[in-house]
């Protein structure tokens, strides 16, 4: 019900998932990544499953190894489908025979593109195309356009739900964790997310480690960025109750 870009970015080593699917929140699931190397586990998710698989890429394994370490240990191994790219740009993919159909994977240079009940291989490979196709950009933007470009090419024939980004750089926490849980185009929806914050990308990875930066509104506007922000909530308080006198037991 999935279909999913795990990529790194070999000009700055930033590493990331892309996904979307026709289930509500979907990063919660199937989503893992580290500085190290980033591990999507979908299908049907076993979210531990996903997790040890990220701290198997964190102590140095190679994605083959994990990816063999992860269906040998597993009791429903026909119904998972993994994608593995570490630090390094090693990737490496499975596809259970129990996926519903069209389910595959690409594995190509720094990047899996991958999918299950899908309109067609079609999807997968406009997935990895568009990757590929947009070297030079940040990972962000890359890993967007490349689930946009899966869902163009036909996506899921029941349609899409949740959607989400998640990018780390060198730091031990994420340069981008944006998501949309449930939305009735959560990839566009994304998309718009994306597009407001984008120029804070930078500012929370300095923030992070630099707390004398100055609020993010300052931070945007010394940019020439302009945006909208939430507005206060009129709050309507009744008369207050009448104090109780105090009783001792």
Known sequence: MTFTVVARDKRTGHLGIGIATSSPAVVSRCVNVSRDGAVAFQSVPDPRLGALGLRLVDQGWWPRKIVDELVSMDSWPGKRQIGIVNRDGHAAAFTGDDNAPWAGHI???????????????????????????????????????????????????????????????????????????????????????????????????????????????????????????????????????????ATRG
């Not at 720094?110 to 406009?126: F, K, R, S, Y």
């Not at 940040?138 to 990018?167: F, N």
Request: aromatic share 8%; hydrophobic share 40%.
């Open 107 to 245: 594995v190509g240079a720094d990047h899996v593109a991958m999918g299950n009940v899908l309109a067609g291989p079609e999807v997968a490979a406009a997935i990895s195309e568009e990757f590929l196709a947009t070297e030079g950009l940040e990972i962000e933007e890359r890993l967007l356009r490349a689930i946009e470009a899966g869902r163009d090419a036909g996506g899921q024939e029941e349609g899409q739900t949740s959607a989400g980004l998640l990018v780390f750089g060198r730091q031990t926490f994420s340069r981008c964790d944006l998501r949309v849980d449930v939305a009735a185009e959560p990839i566009a929806e994304l998309r718009r997310i994306y597009d407001w914050y984008k120029p804070l990308i930078p500012y929370y990875e300095e923030r992070g480690v630099n707390p004398t930066v100055p609020r993010f509104k300052d931070y945007l506007a010394q940019q020439g960025v302009e945006r909208e922000y939430g507005r206060p909530v009129p709050v309507t308080r009744g008369p207050k109750a009448a104090a109780k006198p």
